[in-house]
């Protein structure tokens, strides 16, 4: 599922793998990771089904979706990042410009405009 | 683009009374965390795209303000629109009589803007839009003068740019119907205006007659003058899939069928001459309202009573299939009633699935999705009726920023 990993295996000789780096994912983050994948990848759950467990897995504090979104992308997992970049645009859209920065703790808000 | 700044600030204070904080812990939660790292500090552009592919235009625009490097990403990002959800189309509402400012409607994020247009008019114009230009014409009495003073002009309600264009030549005529079709790929556009002139001194004929304007060739031609006898065009016009279809009313005492008819026109081959040709309407209709749907000729009609044709008992969708109308949708009683007073004649406009509906007596919007087959009311508009006579129309488009006049 996640075509870093898959790359990686792909790239190096099997016998030479002991571990492949992910140095930039937080054990607590790839934990839930992997969760992610084990759940897709089991062909347990009907489609709808998956699509709740989606909802609920991607209910998380907003801290943790940025960290997730980092991660899935790193990592190169098209669908959870598409689950991920979804739930945060979810959070922009009610916001003001003003909303938005705070939560992305943006501290440089000058626009263009202001420059000119 | 200052004048896209300002239409934002516009819509910025509306937002703030009606923003809902989506994440109530989050002003605590952010102070906690104040000696992490910004997350849009280490957010590469591409991912930052990745999730503004997600959101309605409205909601880019309002990103694009909030620092440099998301302006700059949400700019480039709206450069290649193949990259936006598929947007719902949103609806322009005249509620001024006399300015034009109005407000508009977006589906997407159930929300109302103030949002004025580019240039003076009214809404006694005729309207017709495509692809995110909307070009407007002049109704005026004026058009009954000898010089003819026909006011054209296009324009990006987004945008706001905009453009005079010059008038089609010949005499000024009794009734005018406009349309505009953009080509999606290459952006060039087609106007064509249908006039129509009583043959003087004649009750039952009329003068008909198509002028096509090009974009690529900034020139009028005229393509097919026409006397009717007993039919005349009116002011509605679409057209689609390279077809130009316009509403023809019967002048006559009683009519053979119906008092409506539709007639097409082929603008799409230049070479040969084309011909007009009639084609039924399904029932009596009190008004019939075409409109573009994915290339798909849609009609709302108002249905009269058999007895009184004059007088609306429902208003039905039809589609146009193989030159024969297909009914898609009646709209069911509550709806109906939900409007309050309906008069023989009302407003509607449509593009790709969604289909507006409104009563000129009121600023009550109903929206029809033909996709999903359902009914639903808008946000209430935050207009209200300031005098019993005030009237209310207005017209669909999509919000694009790509396509200029």
């Not at chain 2, 200052?2 to 002003?27: C, P, R």
């Not at chain 2, 009794?174 to 002139?197: M, N, P, R």
């Not at chain 2, 009750?203 to 008909?208: A, N, T």
């Not at chain 2, 304007?213 to 016009?237: C, D, H, I, Q």
């Amino acid at each position: 599922m996640s075509k870093t990993v898959k790359d990686a295996i792909e790239t190096i000789p099997t016998d030479e793998i002991n571990s492949i780096s992910l140095s930039l994912v937080r054990s607590e983050i790839l934990t839930k990771v992997i969760e992610y994948c084990k759940k897709h990848n089991s062909a347990q759950m009907s489609d709808v089904d998956l699509m709740d467990w989606d909802v609920e897995f991607a209910n998380v504090h907003y801290t943790t979706l940025f960290d997730l979104v980092l991660s899935a992308n790193y990592m190169n997992i098209n669908c959870l990042l598409d689950l991920v970049c979804g739930k945060i645009a979810d959070m922009i859209k009610g916001k003001t410009p003003g909303e938005i920065a705070k939560l992305f703790d943006i501290k440089d808000v000058s626009t263009y405009e202001e420059d000119n | 683009m200052a004048g896209e700044t300002a239409w934002i600030s516009h819509y910025d204070e509306d937002m703030k009374k009606e923003t809902v904080d989506f994440n109530l812990e989050l002003d605590e939660e952010i102070d906690k965390d104040g000696s992490a790292v910004s997350v849009d500090i280490i957010l590469p552009d591409d991912l930052l795209e990745r999730i503004l592919s997600y959101l309605p235009i409205a909601s880019i625009f309002r990103a694009s303000c909030v620092c440099k490097r998301w302006h700059a990403t949400s700019e480039r990002f709206l450069l290649n629109p193949s990259h936006l959800l598929p947007q719902k189309p949103w609806y322009f509402m005249f509620t001024s009589s006399d300015e034009p400012t109005g407000h508009a409607y977006d589906p997407n994020l159930r929300k109302w803007y103030c949002i004025e247009l580019p240039f003076v008019g009214t809404s006694n114009w005729s309207i017709s839009s495509s692809y995110g230009l909307v070009c407007f014409m002049d109704n005026d009495s004026s058009f009954m003068d000898n010089d003819s003073r026909t006011e054209l002009c296009l324009c990006n309600p987004i945008t706001k740019s905009c453009r005079k264009l010059q008038k089609p030549p010949g005499m000024s005529s009794d009734y005018g119907a406009l349309a505009i079709s953009v080509d999606k790929e290459t952006h060039d556009y087609t106007v064509a205006i249908v006039k129509s002139k009583q043959v003087p001194g004649n009750f039952f004929q009329w003068d008909i007659s198509i002028h096509i304007y090009n974009s690529k060739e900034e020139a009028w031609v005229t393509p097919l003058t026409e006397v009717l006898t007993g039919w005349r065009g009116g002011e509605e016009s679409v057209i689609c899939n390279g077809v130009l279809y316009f509403v023809v009313y019967y002048t006559g005492g009683v009519p053979p069928e119906n008092r409506h008819a539709l007639v097409a026109y082929n603008i799409s081959n230049q070479f040969s001459q084309a011909s007009l040709s009639f084609i039924h309407i399904p029932c009596s209709l009190t008004c019939a309202r075409l409109m573009n749907m994915k290339e798909k000729l849609v009609m709302v009609g108002g249905i009269g009573k058999l007895d009184r044709p004059d007088i609306i008992k429902g208003i039905g969708i039809w589609v146009l299939r193989d030159k024969k109308w297909e009914e898609i949708v009646r709209m069911p009683h509550k709806y109906f009633q939900g409007f309050g007073e309906f008069d023989d004649v009302f407003g509607s406009s449509g593009v790709d699935d969604l289909i507006y509906i409104q009563s000129y007596g009121s600023p009550a919007l109903l929206t029809f999705d033909m996709n999903i087959k359902q009914w639903k009311w808008s946000q209430k508009c935050p207009v209200t009726k300031k005098f019993p006579l005030q009237l209310f129309t207005g017209f669909c488009f999509e919000p694009r920023l790509e396509t200029a006049p």
